[in-house]
């Protein structure tokens, strides 16, 4: 799969690949384009095992570095898009 | 894991190069004489269109021992201590000239026919060759110039130097503890298929281990074994000369004559075959089982038959599969009778060899334990049978303790061992234990899939990721069925499924056809 610039666009791919992805992954991408602070983390279906898989595909896939237990002390998606727009490159 | 496991396979160090060997009569070929006289004219050894009887072969053995020691007289080299390569091509000359040398006691290091010469000159320099038997021109870069003619296109390749090698010491005066003195003292040598390392090793052993590996009397026999010319490969040459100084016959294949075994299986009426799991795929891919004898029967040493396998060949050919756990250092360790080849989970390698007794280490992990599983830790004593000029039949005997052959097992209540994968495959991906071959289980059960190869890429914040590396059938789009692949494996492992699926090309493996999963795992390593 081609890496993505957008952190928006990353993120939806790598939750796309995860063992139990969240449903309408086409509106959580607008969602997170538009309001990404509505949203938590919960809401995107991460609990500890998403997160673990959503990490690795964000390494694997895009690029990302960006470990399970970062993620965990977050809170909203739009902290996360943060992190994954800064995080480093593989 | 306990300090008191050898970790070690050697009993005692050993030096490189061998110390001298004793006077060669009276090691292998004079035990070998002793089997030739029960029944001469038996038939020894087929090989292309040679069919040579047993007091055939010793005549040639014994031709070649002198033609050799005449070529050494000559360069004034009166003892043997240092190690021989040899180089040859696929012929009769070199079979016998190799089993001669082998049968006299000298520590060989085959070097391996399709290898390219760069490959010949690092296992010359790595292993301290001194000298080489070859049949042909030798590259420069093994840093051998002189030459002796031993016979015909043969010579003995050597250093420029004079070659000085020690004289043999005297021949053992009081018996089996002599014999042994010497036999712990002198080394032996062999390339292993690389199981652990991924790669073929280099194997040093005393020389008593190497006649050990070579006899095997626990080991059921068979009447005439079909062979390929591979004996580079420790476990290989083993199971050809056991044959022979079991005064039974050798079928010897060359190695371009390799599809064509059902054809010489049943020219040469051989019963019992040697195979590895690659070549039990061929033969059902291609039906062979309406080509082979049907009496034949096969064997296989490989550490893993998987159960679909077995399935698919007990389907088609019956109960005609007989399966060990072995390796190149310690032999079979196991014996599994045909009829079981599905048993239990249908991973069994049978019962242990009466010589042999499995423990496991008590340090295995919690997460294995929970599953019946261990890391194998294995005694096996070793028998060995010499025949000495002066002191008749000697026989020796050493139990190797707290080995490990780096396999996991389980333990049914009937006695039967289950292979549950090889310590160094399987990996913890975070808290949790993954074997690469629930992976390829799973992967190689679909059609689109040709080749699939499990392993963990190393990561320092995960332990090891699971990853496979696949060749799809010809004509498929990778496009469309790595995707479907992907969510087939998550449906069936969960969030222990392989993160990522690798389409390949060919799959990375060592020269004895098994996967470099750790190359692979290299490859691809996380951060």
């Known amino acids: 799969m081609p890496a993505c610039a957008d952190p928006v666009d990353q993120l939806i791919a790598a939750l796309a690949s995860i063992s139990l992805p969240p449903p309408d992954l086409e509106s959580l991408g607008d969602t997170l384009r538009q309001d990404p602070g509505r949203l938590s983390l919960v809401d995107l279906g991460l609990d500890s095992l998403g997160r673990l898989e959503t990490c690795i595909a964000l390494e694997i896939e895009q690029g990302v570095l960006i470990t399970p237990e970062t993620v965990a002390a977050l809170h909203g998606a739009d902290q996360l898009l943060r992190r994954i727009a800064t995080a480093p490159r593989v | ?527």
Request: with cysteine.
């Open chain 2, 1 to 527: 894991m306990s300090p008191l496991v050898q970790r070690e396979l050697l009993p005692i160090p050993l030096p490189l190069p061998p110390g001298p060997l004793p006077a060669a009569g009276w090691m292998l070929r004079e035990l070998y004489r002793l089997r030739v006289a029960e029944d001469p004219r038996r038939e020894a050894l087929r090989f292309s269109d040679h069919t040579i009887s047993h007091a055939e072969l010793l005549e040639h053995l014994d031709h070649w021992q002198e033609r050799v020691q005449d070529a050494l007289s000559r360069i004034g080299c009166l003892g043997s201590d240092r190690l021989w390569g040899v180089c040859g091509g696929d012929t009769v000359e070199n079979l016998l000239l190799t089993i001669s040398q082998f049968f006299a006691g000298r520590p060989l290091l085959l070097l391996p026919l399709h290898a390219g010469e760069e490959e010949w000159a690092s296992l010359v320099h790595r292993a301290g060759v001194g000298a080489v038997f070859t049949d042909r021109p030798l590259p420069a870069a093994l840093g051998m110039e002189r030459r002796t003619v031993v016979e015909g296109d043969w010579q003995i390749w050597t250093p420029p130097e004079p070659l000085l090698c020690a004289p043999p010491p005297p021949s053992p005066g009081d018996g089996a503890q002599q014999v042994r003195e010497i036999l712990d003292q002198v080394a032996g040598i062999a390339l292993s298929s690389g199981t652990t390392t991924g790669v073929p090793a280099i194997q040093t052993s005393s020389y008593f281990e190497a006649l050990a590996m070579l006899q095997q009397p626990e080991w059921p026999s068979s009447r005439r074994m079909l062979f390929t010319f591979r004996m580079q490969f420790g476990a290989s040459r083993n199971w050809a000369l056991r044959t022979l100084l079991e005064g039974a016959t050798l079928c010897c294949v060359r190695v371009s004559e390799r599809l064509e075994l059902p054809e010489l299986a049943g020219r040469f009426e051989a019963d019992t075959l040697p195979v590895n799991p690659t070549y039990l795929e061929e033969m059902l891919a291609q039906r062979l089982d309406e080509r082979f004898p049907a009496s034949l029967v096969f064997v296989t040493g490989t550490d893993r038959v998987p159960a679909g396998l077995r399935r698919r060949f007990h389907g088609r050919f019956g109960p005609r599969l007989t399966i060990a756990l072995a390796n190149s250092r310690l032999g079979p360790l196991t014996l599994l009778p045909p009829d079981q080849l599905l048993a239990h989970d249908g991973e069994t390698v049978g019962f242990p060899l009466p010589n042999v007794r499995f423990g496991f280490d008590p340090e295995t992990p919690p997460e294995w334990q929970a599953q019946g599983i261990g890391e194998a830790v294995v005694a096996k004593t070793l028998r060995v049978r010499l025949q000495h000029p002066d002191h008749g039949l000697i026989d020796l005997e050493h139990t190797l303790e707290a080995m490990r052959p780096g396999d996991l097992l389980r333990l049914w209540p009937d006695g039967l061992l289950s292979f549950a994968g090889r310590a160094n495959d399987v990996f913890l991906f975070r808290s949790v234990l993954v074997s690469p071959h629930e992976i390829e289980d799973l992967l190689s059960e679909d059609s689109a899939v040709q080749e699939v190869v499990g392993f963990g890429a190393p990561s320092s914040v995960y332990g090891a990721v699971p990853m496979a590396a696949l060749r799809l059938r010809s004509g498929l789009d990778p496009e469309q069925e790595l995707p479907r692949l992907r969510r087939l494996c998550q449906d069936a492992m969960g969030y222990r499924a392989p993160k990522a699926l690798i389409p390949m090309e060919a799959i990375p493996r060592g020269p004895s056809g098994k996967p470099l999963r750790r190359e692979l795992g290299r490859l691809h390593a996380l951060s």
